[in-house]
C-alpha cells in the first residue's frame, strides 16, 4: 500500500466511523425543534427516506418534529444537476429549490447520498481508478465542493454529504468516490458534514439486499441504508440508538429471505413441471 494510499484511507475511517464535525455549529436533529431534512440522491435514494421519516416520527413517539422531504430523481447524479465545471445549476436542480424552499421558518439539513458519474467526462463509468488517481481524485472534489456550495446559496443550512451505495456493475469506481469526498472534508469547508458510509453496509448486504437487477436496492437495502442514517444522525448527537430501530433491520432481512426461498421453491416446482419423462433419473 503506497504512503498516499494509506493517509486517505486512515482519513475516511475518522470522517465515516465517528461523525465529522464541522466548522460552524451543526443543527441539533433530536433537539425537538422543528427541522427539515432534504434528502439529494438519485434512484437507489427513492425509498429510504420515507424509511427514515417513520423511524424519526416513533423516536418522538409519533409526532412529526421533523420532516423528511425527498428532492430525488431517478438517474440524476451530481454531474445532471449542476454542471461540474461551473457550478451552475441544470434544469433538475428545481426540485431541490423546492424542496429547501419549502422549510419556512425552521433550518434545513441537506442528507445528499450522491455519486460522481458523469463528472468525468461523456462516459458514465468512468470515475477514480485507485487511490493514487490524484488528477480525478481533484476533480472529484473539487465536484463535491461546487454541490456543497450550490445546496448552500441554495437555502441549506448544514449538508451531510456521503458517497454512493455499492454497485458491483461500476466497482471499484463507485467504492473510490470517497477518496474525493475525503480530499474535500480536509478543506474543513463550512456547514459540512461527513456522512455515514453506505457503501459499506450495502457491500455486506450484497445481494440479499438488492432487487433482481442487481442494481437497485429492494425494501431490505431500504431498511439497511435507512437505519445507517437514522444512526449516523443519533450519534453524531450523542443520542442513544432505540433497539426497535435494529429489530426493524432483522425484521426486515428476515422477511426477505423468506420470500426469496419461496421464489426459488415456485422456480424449482415449474422446472420439474415440465421435466420429460425419463430425464429425472438420468
Known amino acids: ?46 425509498v429510504w427516506p420515507h424509511i427514515l421519516q417513520k423511524k424519526i416520527d416513533r423516536y418522538f413517539d409519533n409526532k412529526r418534529i421533523i420532516e423528511v422531504r425527498s428532492a430525488v430523481i431517478a438517474s440524476t447524479p451530481i454531474a445532471r444537476l449542476m454542471d461540474v465545471k461551473s457550478g451552475k445549476p441544470k434544469a433538475s436542480w428545481r426540485r431541490i429549490e423546492e424542496a429547501i424552499a419549502s422549510k419556512g421558518d425552521r433550518p434545513v439539513v441537506v442528507l445528499a447520498q450522491q455519486s460522481l458519474q458523469w463528472s468525468f467526462g461523456p462516459r458514465r463509468g468512468a470515475g477514480i481508478r485507485n487511490s493514487a488517481d490524484t488528477q480525478r481524485i481533484r476533480i472529484g472534489s473539487s465536484v463535491l465542493h461546487k454541490y456543497h456550495d450550490l445546496l448552500l446559496r441554495t437555502g441549506a443550512d448544514h449538508v451531510i454529504l456521503t458517497t454512493h451505495v455499492y454497485k458491483k456493475e461500476m466497482e471499484p469506481e463507485i467504492y473510490n468516490e470517497r477518496y474525493a469526498l475525503v480530499e474535500f472534508a480536509r478543506k474543513d469547508p463550512n456547514a459540512f458534514t461527513a456522512g455515514p458510509d453506505v457503501w459499506a453496509v450495502t457491500r455486506n448486504y450484497y445481494p440479499l439486499a438488492y432487487e433482481r437487477d442487481q442494481v437497485h436496492l429492494n425494501s431490505f437495502g431500504a431498511e439497511v441504508v435507512a437505519q445507517e442514517w437514522f444512526e449516523f444522525l443519533l450519534q453524531r448527537e450523542e443520542a442513544s440508538i432505540p433497539g426497535w430501530s435494529r429489530e426493524q433491520v432483522t425484521a426486515a432481512q428476515e422477511l426477505t429471505i423468506a420470500q426469496r426461498k419461496r421464489f426459488n421453491a415456485r422456480g424449482t416446482s415449474k422446472r420439474e413441471k415440465f421435466v420429460k419423462p425419463g430425464q429425472a433419473n438420468r
Open 1 to 46: 500500500m503506497t504512503i498516499l494510499s494509506h493517509l486517505l484511507l486512515l482519513a475516511l475511517a475518522a470522517s465515516f466511523v465517528t461523525p465529522a464535525a464541522a466548522n460552524t455549529e451543526t443543527p441539533g436533529i433530536f433537539s425537538g425543534k422543528p427541522m427539515l431534512l432534504v434528502v439529494s440522491g438519485y434512484s437507489t435514494s427513492s
